[in-house]
């Protein structure tokens, strides 16, 4: 073997270094100050990974099982920022007692997921590919299991670990299945020599039904609101935002890639599978009395949104995936804090009736709230109206009648989003209670966490350079 080939995994080499240096840092390190010298190594470690991955070229290695594109480099920025985020507003969870004592494990396994990621989306090959999704899924429902001597994590970690298991079943069966009928797993040579056989139909289906467990598509939703609402709340951010956003990535990548001769029969599949998502979440969102299930359900309903733009399967569709997912991990990581520091440092619990009359004595958290919302409703001048604008011009580019009714209908269930996100708004300026939640002053951390959303929220909608960056790598 040509170990040289490694220098051209740069990224995922230097992941592979922070996951090193964090791992004997936390072997070596004692005492009181352990956790102060970890967190800054760790945090400062992902601000270099954001510097590497930025410096990374577009590279192969191992005969192209692993293929590095300028698309797939900018992914790995935007889901190394929603990592940095989600250890930032993570730190007042970190310092409970109960967590405090197994810090280190907690930043390893956000590593180690984030370095599945990196694979998934880098991969030329379906065993590459698999891979990367297994080195994902397997730290992952170890994060969902981190509070396990809780009956809603134990239960939620079960759900998740069984439907992982079950959805990769299904998936490598159908990646069998185009094995059988093409000779080859590479991308390239599947994309070459496939037909529109009964065999590889089957394995569409059955590959399309795996991935879709993991983004969490309707029909195969269902473990998705006992899972966060189980999971510590920082862990739900990121199952919510990074490991969609990697999932979705993906999805569109492989189908554009290596399914384009068989367009006609994924993009009805497609057709399907959104309007399901959106309505059937913005349906049951609407009922929901817990804010982590509710978000589940929001974030159901958002992964609707974002497959809008594998729809026209063109470069403008890989840019405004990207777009969306860049401004869903600001708005949702920032809705993900406030729920955070409410339920460690306030005393409070995930209902939403407990953030009834929470502008009155928690004014500054209610307003970031509120715009967080705002974004993630799609209500102008906020980032998520423009987002959601550039993945409805990338689904009706391809101009079939199909395509624009599915945008229209995706348009109508903004109107019940809309209402739904207003619940919340409702709860903490209108709703009145005689026991609000106390006044408490936020940990430094969270105020940087929430600075970093709030930002992308107002200015990545007008900063037109974003948007250019992306559509650049994506080859516009």
Same mark, same amino acid.
């Given at each position: ?99 405090l004592n197994k810090e280190g494990e907690y ?41 396990? /001597?809780?009956?809603? !994590?134990?239960?939620?970690? =079960?759900?998740? #670990?069984?439907? $992982? ?5 299904? %998936? ?113 969102a609407l009922r929901q009395k817990e804010l982590?299930? /509710?978000?589940?359900? !929001?974030?159901?309903?958002? =992964?609707?949104? #974002?497959?809008? $733009? ?5 470069? %403008? ?160």
């Amino acid at each position: 073997m040509d170990y040289s080939q490694f220098f051209n995994m740069i990224p995922e080499a230097g992941l592979i270094a922070v996951l090193v240096i964090v791992f004997l840092a936390d072997l070596i390190l004692k005492g009181e100050k352990k956790h102060s010298v970890l967190s800054l190594l760790t945090g400062a470690l992902l601000v270099c990974q954001i510097g590497v991955c930025f410096l990374s070229e577009p590279a192969q290695a191992f005969g192209g099982m692993y293929e590095s594109t300028p698309a797939a480099n900018v992914m790995k920025i935007i889901l190394t920022m929603g990592t940095l985020i989600v250890f930032i507003m993570s730190q007042s969870w970190v310092e409970r007692k109960d967590v405090l004592n197994k810090e280190g494990e907690y930043y390893e396994l956000l590593i180690s997921t984030l370095l599945g990621m990196y694979m998934m989306i880098s991969s030329g090959h379906f065993m590459m590919f698999f891979l990367g999704l297994e080195m994902a899924s397997v730290p992952m429902a170890c994060l969902v299991a981190f509070d396990k /001597f809780k009956q809603n !994590s134990a239960e939620g970690a =079960a759900k998740f #670990i069984l439907t $992982a298991t079950f959805s990769s079943g299904v %998936m490598l069966y159908g990646i069998s299945f185009i094995y059988g009928a093409v000779g080859t797993l590479y991308f390239g040579d599947v994309a070459s020599q496939i037909s529109t056989s009964p065999l590889t139909i089957m394995g569409l289906v059955f590959f399309f039904s795996g991935l879709g467990f993991k983004i969490s598509l309707v029909p195969f939703h269902f473990w998705t609101a006992d899972t966060y609402q189980g999971a510590p709340t920082p862990v739900t951010g990121y199952l919510s935002v990074v490991s969609k956003g990697a999932a979705a990535f993906a999805l569109m990548a492989i189908l554009v890639k290596v399914f384009a001769p068989m367009s006609e029969y994924w993009e009805y599949l497609m057709y399907i599978v959104i309007v399901l998502t959106i309505t059937v979440a913005n349906l049951f969102a609407l009922r929901q009395k817990e804010l982590k299930r /509710f978000m589940a359900f !929001s974030s159901i309903s958002q =992964a609707g949104y #974002i497959m809008l $733009a594998v729809i026209g399967g063109s470069a %403008m569709g890989l840019a405004s995936l990207m777009y969306y997912v860049l401004i869903y991990v600001a708005a949702n990581m920032a809705v993900f804090t406030i729920i955070n520091v409410v339920e460690t440092r306030g005393g409070g619990n995930t209902k939403m009736n407990c953030y009834d009359g929470f502008y009155e004595t928690n004014p500054k958290l209610s307003f970031l709230m509120t715009l967080a919302l705002f974004s993630l409703a799609g209500i102008p001048p906020f980032a998520g109206m423009f987002c959601k604008f550039f993945v409805f011009m990338a689904a009706a580019k391809g101009g079939s009648t199909l395509a624009y009714a599915v945008v229209f209908i995706a348009l109508l269930n903004t109107v019940p989003s809309l209402y739904y996100y207003l619940k919340i708004v409702k709860c903490m300026y209108i709703n009145k209670t005689d026991q609000p939640l106390p006044t408490f002053k936020s940990d430094c951390n969270t105020r940087l966490a929430l600075a970093l959303c709030t930002a992308g929220v107002l200015l990545f909608g007008v900063c037109s350079c974003i948007y250019d960056w992306l559509a650049q790598a994506a080859g516009m």
